[in-house]
Structure formats: structure tokens, C-alpha cells
């Protein structure tokens, strides 16, 4: 068990993986890949589940939701399908510039989704996750630094038009939160 959370988190790191139910068929997207330049300096794991998780119109069931936030300041609600066919399967809500509205609430303007699975091209044994330009916002109630997260929701569109949609809720269990390295803030904290 203790090898499993490790493996996971290098999982979702690298973004690896998205969804449950039956087969999957790839999502094509139409942008250039963006350059993976920044590396993450903070994850935190969620425990719960998936009220909804929807890709591209379709359901799915979710294993983890996890926070990773680059030190570039970029931000993923990075989510492993329960995808039996695809071990793989990931789907992240990714954007910058968020904010605290309090000590208990956090919003993330989305602009792509990284779309992961066993079909896309390895770096170093990782799947790379396609990018598909999006709109959209996550919302999450709770806090980090107490280790307490109640529910993450986030929609998002992409370019194509094909809706994602996430709600998740926790289990009550703590937050496991760690940081990876050390970097500036990036979140507009009014609080501070």
C-alpha cells in the first residue's frame, strides 16, 4: 500500500490518465503541444469520489483527484479514471492565476484540458498528455494548509465544443499534502 500512493503520484504528475465504464476512444485535439517546462512543487491527494465526472459527454467514475501546482504557477485538478481498460486514463483541469475569495475557497480559471491515456506518445516511460484549449473554472471548498478538503467542482469547454465536468467530494479523511520543492506563490490571496 505504501508503494501504491508513490506510483499514483507519479502518475498524476506526469498526467497520465482519464475515466471508467466501458471502452475509450482517444478525444483528438487540434493544438500544438505547449512546452513542459514547469516542474511540480506542490501535490496534494484527495480522498472521496466522483459524484460526476464527465468527458466529452461521457460518464465516468474517477479513482483519486489530486492538486498539482508548477512553479510557474500553472495549476491542474488532475483526475485518474476509473478506466478498466486504460490503466492511463487522466484528465486535468489546468489554468492559471487563482484565487482565494476566503480562508475556505479557491477558484481556477481553466484554459486547457491535458488529456492522458495509454495511446499517447512516452517521455522517459510517461505518457504525455494532449492539450486542448478550454474554458472554464474549477471551484474548491476547504483548505490545504488544515488539510481539509470538502468537494472540488470544475466545468470547462474546449474548443471543439465537448464539455468536461468534475464533482467531486471528500471522504472526510485528511489531505495529503506535500511539497516538493520550495517556489513563489502564485495564487491572489487576498487575505495575506
Do not use: W
Not at 482517444?26 to 501535490?43: R, S
Amino acid at each position: 500500500m505504501r508503494l501504491r500512493r508513490p506510483v499514483l503520484a507519479a502518475t498524476l504528475i506526469a498526467f497520465a490518465s482519464p475515466c471508467f465504464g466501458e471502452a475509450s476512444a482517444p478525444i483528438p485535439v487540434n493544438n500544438p503541444p505547449a512546452q513542459q517546462t514547469a516542474l511540480i512543487d506542490l501535490l496534494a491527494l484527495m480522498s472521496g469520489h466522483c459524484k460526476t465526472l464527465k468527458v466529452a459527454g461521457r460518464a465516468y467514475a474517477c479513482k483519486t483527484v489530486a492538486y498539482a501546482h508548477g512553479d510557474k504557477g500553472r495549476v491542474n485538478f488532475a483526475v485518474a479514471v476509473d478506466d478498466p481498460s486504460d490503466e492511463n486514463h487522466v484528465v486535468s483541469f489546468s489554468g492559471e492565476n487563482g484565487k482565494r475569495a476566503d480562508d475556505n475557497s479557491y477558484e481556477l480559471p481553466i484554459d486547457r484540458m491535458l488529456l492522458n491515456s495509454k495511446n499517447r506518445p512516452r517521455i522517459d516511460g510517461l505518457p504525455v498528455p494532449a492539450e486542448q484549449a478550454s474554458t472554464g473554472l474549477c471551484r474548491q471548498t476547504g483548505n490545504f494548509a488544515a488539510r481539509k478538503v470538502n468537494d472540488v467542482t470544475c466545468t470547462a469547454t474546449d474548443s471543439e465544443g465537448r464539455r468536461y465536468e468534475l464533482l467531486f467530494v471528500s471522504d472526510g479523511r485528511p489531505v495529503s499534502v506535500r511539497r516538493i520543492r520550495q517556489s513563489s506563490p502564485s495564487i491572489q490571496d487576498p487575505f495575506k
